[in-house]
Each structure stands twice: as C-alpha cells, then as structure tokens.
C-alpha cells in the first residue's frame, strides 16, 4: 500500500472501533451527545499517528486501539469545550453546527466530560503490559501541564502583545502536546527504547508546532468552506498567533523548518520511519 491507503486503512479502522463504543452506562441524551462530536468526520490524525508509532516500533496495531480511540475522544471534547460561549463562540465545526448549538450549553460541558473520562475508562480496560505508561503519556499531555496549560494562556492573554516565547509555549500546549502524546505512547506500546521514545517525543513537538502554526495561517487565508469554520476570528480577537509575531512569509519558513526538524528526528528509525516523514510534509499543504 502507499502512504495514502496505509492512512485510510488506519483511519477506517479507528472510525470502526469508535462507532462500536457502547458508551455503557450513558442516558441517551449524553451518548447521543458524545457520539455527534465524536463521529463528526475529522482527519483522525491523533489516532492514526499512534497506530503509525506502535507498528514502528514492531507493536501490534491492535492492541493499540483502545488508546487510539482514547486520543480521539479526548480531541473531541476539547474541540466541544473550545467551542462553548465562554471560550470561542463556534457555533460551525465541520460544516455543522457545533455541540452546545444542537444539545445546549449544559448538554455540551457533560458531553465532554463524558468524552475525556471515558477515554481514560478505555484505556484502563485494555489490560496492555504497557498501558499504564502509555496512559501516563496521554494524561500528562491533555492536562494542566499541557494542552490545558496551553488554552489557558490562549483565552487569558488575548489582546496582550505577542511575543515569540508567548506564543511558543501556548502553540506547544494547546497543539503539539496531543500531537507528541500519540507518537510516544504509540511508541510504548510497540516496545520502543527509550531513545526511540525521545527521537519520538522531538518528531512530535516539532510536526504539532508546524500544525499549529499552519493553522494560524489558514485563519488568515484558508477556504471557509474548506475549513468547516468560521474564519478570521484569531486577529479580530486579538488571539496571539504565530503570524502576529513574525508576519505571515515568516510563519511559512518557521512551519518548513519545524517538519525539517520533524522528520530529521525519527532518522534512528531509518526507511521504517518514511510513513511518519511523509505525513509531517503533507502538514504543509493541508486546506482544513
């Protein structure tokens, strides 16, 4: 297969298991809740970089679901949470209209508690010898040191002056800190040395930072239709994005050099790691 048909195989793989979650326990409304954001489309790129990461590192892919499924879950929450009136206001992700407008405010908070719990419910369930520090890696990234550190800084520093070291620690909290999280856990789980898990843990930051600022720039000139979203909302409110400090042809060379980085860094993997380089690239050209 190329590169393209090992991601959709590992994308319809993950898409199946997610839509077979029984969510026990859950009222309707919640699962149904739970289910609308969670089954919204999406590239499912967290999941598939832990798939990539795990059979790497000679793992079974298999036996790596469950904490695929698990990062996927978190990511939607976050993007339920994100989307609320007191954070960004969304009322569009994916072309649709986003949780909190079709289920309400209240609805939409539970639903993503739902999520992020019964992420970690899944992966405790999985009864993998290498669970525990994989979940570690996952917990460690989502939470107050990481991604929510990052939206932190990202909501209470709106309207101040951008700086490098500013923006630098929000974009590796807020997006590289979920996109290291599947590449070391992955990683774990295949049996990887610890160097291997490092050489990993440095691919990550660098392909997050990248993503992130990739993204900044599509707020800026992407496609609405494209996107799924309502665009131009960093710079009227004052968000604190890599282009605000460095223009956006700056921004473009920075997004390069971070994949260079990104792709230089799973060099002890040798040809084995071309799937993973490759993904990074595309990272550069992606429209949504």
């Given at each position: ?13 993950l ?5 077979a ?24 790129l ?15 892919t298999?036996?790596?679901?469950p ?107 807020k ?20 160097t ?54 700056q ?30 690239f ?7």
């Amino acid at each position: 297969m190329n590169d393209k048909e090992v991601l959709a195989a590992y994308k319809a793989r993950l898409e199946a298991y997610l839509d077979a979650l029984p969510m026990a326990g859950a009222p309707d409304r919640l699962r149904e809740a739970m289910r609308y954001s969670l089954l919204n489309g999406g590239k499912r790129l967290r999941g598939c970089l832990l798939l990539a990461a795990c059979e790497l590192a000679g793992g079974n892919t298999e036996e790596a679901l469950p904490f695929a499924a698990a990062l996927e879950m978190i990511h939607a929450y976050s993007l339920i949470h994100d989307d609320l009136p007191a954070m960004d206001n969304d009322t569009l992700r994916r072309g649709k209209p986003t949780n909190h407008v079709v289920f309400g405010e209240a609805m939409a908070i539970l639903a993503g508690d739902g999520l992020l719990t019964h992420a970690f419910e899944v992966m405790a369930a999985a009864n993998h010898p290498r669970a525990l520090r994989a979940l570690g890696e996952i917990a460690k990234a989502a939470g107050v040191g990481g991604m929510l550190a990052g939206q932190t800084l990202d909501v209470t520093m709106e309207g101040t002056e951008p700086t490098m070291d500013l923006v630098n620690t929000i974009h590796r909290g807020k997006t590289a800190a979920l996109l290291t999280a599947p590449i070391t856990a992955g990683l774990i789980l295949g049996g990887a040395s610890d160097t291997e898990i490092e050489a990993g843990r440095e691919y990550g930051y660098h392909l997050g930072m990248a993503f992130q600022i990739v993204d900044d720039l599509l707020d800026l000139e992407g496609d609405p239709a494209l996107m799924g979203k309502t665009l131009g909302k960093d710079q009227a409110e004052g968000k604190l994005t890599w282009p605000a400090c460095v223009g956006v042809d700056q921004a473009r060379k920075d997004a390069e050099a971070h994949i260079r980085a990104a792709a230089g860094a799973l060099a002890p993997f040798g040809k084995k790691a071309e799937f993973l380089q490759t993904l990074a690239f595309s990272t550069l050209h992606r429209v949504q």
